[in-house]
C-alpha cells in the first residue's frame, strides 16, 4: 500500500457532508498524506459547486500539491485511487421525503433509515452501492471503501452477499457522535473511554464505558445523568431542533429501560406512537435539511461565485469527517485503532445467528477490521429485538436478490414499527410506485 501521495475519491461528492470530511482530510495530512481528491457524483451541478466549494477552502488554508477534481465518470474517479470514501444517496433528499412522508400517511414511523422509510431507501440503496463496489473492483481493486452510505445493515448485508471479498469497512457516526455529546455535556474526555457495544446498525446498547483517567466504568453513571436531564446538542447539528429532540427520546428510553445505555434510534421501535404525533406529515426530517444544510451549501457557492468578501463557508465541522479519517489512517498505518463498525457475526455475540450482520466494536489495521468477541450472551430482550430487526433486514435483502414481492412483504410486516400486515401491504404498494425508477421489479 502507498505511504504517502494518496489518491482518495469521495462517491457522492457532492453530499453536504464533503466539506467536513474534507476538512478532516487536511487537518490530517501528517499521518494521511494526501495528494489528489477526486468528487464522484451522478450530479454534475452539485458536484461542480461542491468543486467550487473544495477549491475555495484549499486555497484559503493554503494548501499547496493537492489536484482536485470532479468527475461523473467513474474509470477517471477510480483508476489509481486508494481510498474511496462513499455516501451517496440514491434517489436524493426528493426520495428521502417520500421514505419519510409514506409511512406516515398510514400512522407509521417515517424515518431514513429505521422503519418502512429505511427499507424503502434500502431497496434503492442497495443497487447503488453494489454498482460502486463493482466500479472500485473493476477499476481500484487494492483500494479500500469506507462506506457511509446508509442503510447501512442492509447495504452491509448486500455487498457481502454479491462480493464477499471487497476490501470495505461499513461504519456510523451514531456512536461516536453520542460519545462526544455525552463527554461535552458531562464533563470527560472520551478519548480516554473503551466503549463496549453491541447491536444492528441503529439498534444497539452500551454495556461499559471505561474511563481510563478514572480507572472505573462510568456508564453507571452516565445514565444515572442522562435519565435526570436530557443532553443539549454539541459542537455539530447546533440549533437544530430535531436532534435535541432525538436526546430528549435517549433519555426518556433510559427511564423505561435503565440497565444499558442505548443508542437514539431505537426511540422509533420503542416509542413509534409518540414519534409519529410528534411528527409534521407535511414538513419531514427530509424537508429541514433541505431548507438547512443543502441551502446553506447553495449560499457558499453563490458567494464563491460572486467573489463575496467576509465569511463564506458555514458547515458543521463535527465527529462524522474525523472518524472516516481516523478509520483510513488507521488502515494506512496500521495502528489498530478501536472503531464501532457493521460486520458479519461470526460469533461477535455469541448467541446470535452467526450471518447476521452487527455493530460491534472492532480494531482496523492494514487488513482491516478484526472485530472483538464478546464472549457473554447478550440478555433475552436485546437479543429477541435483533433478531426480528434481523430477520426483517434478511428478507428485505432476499427481495432485492430475488425480486420477490411476497419476501417484501414479509420484511415489512416484521418490522417493529409496523402494526398489521394491512398497513405494511398498502405502505408497499404505494412505495412500489414511488419508487418505480430505483427498485428492483418486485412479483
Ligand atoms: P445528499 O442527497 O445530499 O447527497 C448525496 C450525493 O450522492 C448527491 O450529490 C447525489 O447526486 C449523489 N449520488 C446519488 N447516487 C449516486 C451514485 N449512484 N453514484 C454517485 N453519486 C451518487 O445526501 P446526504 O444527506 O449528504 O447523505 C449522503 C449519504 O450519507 C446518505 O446515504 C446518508 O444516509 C449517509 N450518511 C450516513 C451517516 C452514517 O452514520 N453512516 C451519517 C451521515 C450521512
Ligand atoms: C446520523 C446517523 C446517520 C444519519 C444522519 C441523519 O449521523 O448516524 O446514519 O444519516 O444522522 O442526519 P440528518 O441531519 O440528515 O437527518
Ligand atoms: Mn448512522
Known amino acids: 500500500?502507498?505511504?504517502?501521495?494518496?489518491?482518495?475519491?469521495?462517491?457522492?461528492?457532492?453530499?453536504?457532508?464533503?466539506?467536513?470530511i474534507i476538512q478532516a482530510v487536511l487537518n490530517n495530512r501528517d499521518v494521511f498524506p494526501v495528494s489528489k481528491i477526486t468528487l464522484y457524483d451522478i450530479d454534475a451541478d452539485r458536484n461542480e459547486d461542491m468543486r467550487l466549494i473544495i477549491a475555495y477552502m484549499l486555497k484559503q488554508q493554503k494548501h499547496q500539491g493537492i489536484e482536485l477534481i470532479a468527475t461523473l465518470d467513474p474509470e477517471e474517479a477510480f483508476v489509481g485511487c486508494d481510498f474511496v470514501f462513499s455516501q451517496i444517496r440514491v434517489g436524493g433528499l426528493t426520495m428521502r421525503e417520500q421514505d419519510e412522508k409514506i409511512p406516515l400517511k398510514y400512522g407509521l414511523v417515517g424515518q431514513e433509515t429505521c422503519g418502512l422509510g429505511?427499507?424503502?431507501?434500502?431497496?434503492?440503496?442497495?443497487?447503488?452501492?453494489?454498482?460502486?463496489?463493482?466500479?472500485?473492483?473493476?477499476?481500484?481493486?487494492?483500494?479500500?471503501?469506507?462506506?457511509?452510505?446508509?442503510?447501512?445493515?442492509?447495504?452491509?448485508?448486500?455487498?457481502?452477499?454479491?462480493?464477499p471479498n471487497a476490501k470495505m469497512l461499513n461504519a456510523c457516526d451514531m456512536t461516536i457522535s453520542i460519545e462526544e455529546t455525552m463527554a461535552r455535556n458531562f464533563g470527560y474526555d472520551r478519548n480516554n473511554w473503551i466503549a463496549q457495544y453491541y447491536g444492528l446498525n441503529h439498534f444497539g446498547w452500551y454495556t461499559s464505558i471505561y474511563?481510563?483517567?478514572?480507572?472505573?466504568?462510568?456508564?453507571?453513571?452516565?445514565?444515572?445523568?442522562?435519565?435526570?436531564?436530557?443532553?443539549?446538542?454539541?459542537?455539530?447539528?447546533?440549533?437544530?431542533?430535531?436532534?435535541?429532540?432525538?436526546?430528549?427520546?435517549?433519555?426518556?428510553?433510559?427511564?423505561?429501560?435503565?440497565?444499558?445505555?442505548?443508542?437514539?434510534?431505537?426511540?422509533?421501535?420503542?416509542?413509534?406512537?409518540?414519534?409519529?404525533?410528534?411528527?409534521?406529515?407535511?414538513?419531514?426530517?427530509?424537508?429541514?435539511?433541505?431548507?438547512?444544510?443543502?441551502?446553506?451549501?447553495?449560499?457558499?457557492?453563490?458567494?464563491?461565485?460572486?467573489?463575496?468578501?467576509?465569511?463564506?463557508?458555514?458547515?458543521d465541522f463535527g465527529e462524522h469527517g474525523q472518524y472516516i479519517v481516523d478509520m483510513a489512517?488507521?488502515?494506512?498505518?496500521?495502528?489498530?485503532?478501536?472503531?464501532?463498525?457493521?460486520?458479519?457475526?461470526?460469533?461477535?455475540?455469541?448467541?446470535?445467528?452467526?450471518?447476521?450482520?452487527?455493530?460491534?466494536?472492532?480494531?482496523?489495521?492494514?487488513?482491516?477490521?478484526?472485530?472483538?468477541?464478546?464472549?457473554?450472551?447478550?440478555?433475552?430482550?436485546?437479543?429477541?429485538?435483533m433478531e426480528a430487526q434481523n430477520a426483517a433486514e434478511k428478507l428485505l435483502v432476499d427481495a432485492y436478490f430475488e425480486h420477490s414481492y411476497q419476501k417484501a412483504l414479509q420484511a415489512f410486516t416484521l418490522n417493529q414499527t409496523v402494526s398489521s400486515a394491512d398497513k405494511a401491504k398498502q405502505v408497499l404498494d404505494e412505495m412500489m410506485i414511488a419508487n418505480k425508477e430505483y427498485w428492483p421489479e418486485l412479483s
Open 1 to 20: 500500500m502507498k505511504q504517502k501521495n494518496l489518491n482518495v475519491v469521495i462517491a457522492g461528492g457532492g453530499s453536504t457532508y464533503t466539506p467536513g
Open 118 to 163: 429505511g427499507f424503502a431507501y434500502g431497496l434503492r440503496s442497495i443497487r447503488g452501492l453494489l454498482g460502486l463496489v463493482a466500479y472500485v473492483q473493476q477499476y481500484a481493486p487494492e483500494a479500500w471503501i469506507l462506506n457511509y452510505t446508509n442503510p447501512e445493515t442492509l447495504i452491509a448485508e448486500a455487498v457481502r452477499r454479491k462480493f
Open 329 to 385: 489512517t488507521s488502515i494506512l498505518n496500521d495502528s489498530h485503532q478501536r472503531f464501532m463498525l457493521i460486520v458479519p457475526n461470526y460469533g461477535s455475540i455469541p448467541n446470535l445467528r452467526a450471518d447476521a450482520v452487527v455493530e460491534v466494536p472492532a480494531y482496523v489495521g492494514r487488513t482491516g477490521a478484526e472485530p472483538i468477541a464478546m464472549r457473554q450472551p447478550i440478555n433475552d430482550f436485546h437479543k429477541g429485538l
Open 211 to 315: 474511563d481510563k483517567s478514572l480507572e472505573r466504568d462510568i456508564m453507571p453513571e452516565l445514565i444515572q445523568k442522562l435519565r435526570g436531564t436530557p443532553m443539549k446538542i454539541a459542537s455539530f447539528n447546533k440549533g437544530d431542533q430535531s436532534w435535541q429532540d432525538a436526546w430528549n427520546m435517549l433519555s426518556k428510553t433510559l427511564q423505561y429501560f435503565p440497565e444499558y445505555l442505548p443508542n437514539n434510534y431505537l426511540e422509533y421501535y420503542f416509542f413509534p406512537n409518540i414519534v409519529v404525533e410528534n411528527t409534521d406529515p407535511n414538513y419531514t426530517r427530509a424537508n429541514q435539511v433541505m431548507d438547512g444544510r443543502l441551502k446553506n451549501t447553495q449560499e457558499m457557492v453563490k458567494k464563491i461565485r460572486q467573489h463575496t468578501d467576509g465569511a463564506v463557508l458555514n458547515f
